[in-house]
């Protein structure tokens, strides 16, 4: 049985307000998106790297992935990331029970540990499950107005990362049949087919770059795991 890397790069980054998406922004001197692959490619358990891009993409192929080996890449990028997930897993050539850990290109501060632990740790799980960290703050619940309903307890609350790991048909159909706005990450496909993934403890470091200002942090979080 397989451990398979998915790694949905099909958006366009509205959020970062950038004209090249944010996978392809400068990062320590490289694509964003670079980081994240060679954080996958230091883990050990992993057999297959495939990058999702958009049809469109006019990006990739400016940028040399020789030094990856076992890369692969899927033009087969959807509207949503449920959907360009769903396109890479089939298109992938995967068997039913491989393991698919699919990981946000927009994520490249991924310690590799926290793979190789996580993928020990779902070894024997019915489901699989998703790296995440519990809640720190207080959270209100706001309505118009930046009005403070109520607060709400935080009790029990994680904050959902990538990787998220599944199999590999498990996961499409779960996809295909609940593809909609509330899904939001696989794990949320498996939980509306009445399923329940595990949560493995991430890291506050595993940050999403989604606004300008998250890519001056990845690049602080990324000098310091060097010294
Ligand atoms: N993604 C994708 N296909 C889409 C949308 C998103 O593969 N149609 C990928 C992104 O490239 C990213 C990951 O899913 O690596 C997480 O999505 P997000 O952070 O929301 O990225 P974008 O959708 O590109 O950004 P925004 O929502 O700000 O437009
Ligand atoms: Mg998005």
Redesign the pocket.
């Known amino acids: 049985m397989k451990h398979i890397a998915l790694?949905?790069?099909?958006?366009?980054?509205?959020?970062?307000a950038s004209a090249t998406?944010?996978?392809y922004l400068d990062l320590a001197g490289k694509p964003l998106i670079w980081h994240t692959l060679s954080a996958l490619a230091k883990v050990a358990e992993l057999d297959r790297i495939v990058v999702?891009i958009?049809r469109e993409d006019e990006w990739w192929d400016s940028f040399d992935w020789r030094e990856f080996k076992y890369l692969e890449v899927l033009r087969c990028?959807?509207?949503?990331?449920a959907?360009?997930?769903l396109n890479g897993l089939q298109a992938l050539q995967a068997a039913v029970d491989d393991w698919v850990l699919v990981h946000?290109?927009?994520?490249p501060c991924l310690d590799p540990a926290l793979v190789s632990q996580m993928i020990v740790v779902l070894a024997d799980h019915p489901v699989g499950g998703i790296l995440a960290v519990p809640v720190a703050d207080t959270l209100k619940l706001a309505q118009l107005g930046q009005q403070i309903v109520h607060t709400h307890p935080r009790d029990g609350l994680w904050q959902a990362q990538t990787p998220q790991m599944f199999r590999v048909a498990q996961l499409a159909q779960a996809l295909a049949t609940g593809m909609g706005p509330d899904i939001t990450d696989e794990a949320s496909a498996l939980e509306k087919l009445g399923l329940q993934p595990k949560l493995v403890m991430g890291s506050p470091w595993n940050l999403?770059?989604?606004y300008p200002q998250d890519l001056r942090l990845a690049e602080l979080i990324l000098a310091a795991r060097e010294v």
């Open positions: 790694i949905p790069a099909a958006g366009s980054g509205s959020r970062m998406p944010k996978q999702v958009s990028g959807g509207a949503s990331r959907e360009s997930v946000d290109a927009a994520r999403k770059v989604t």
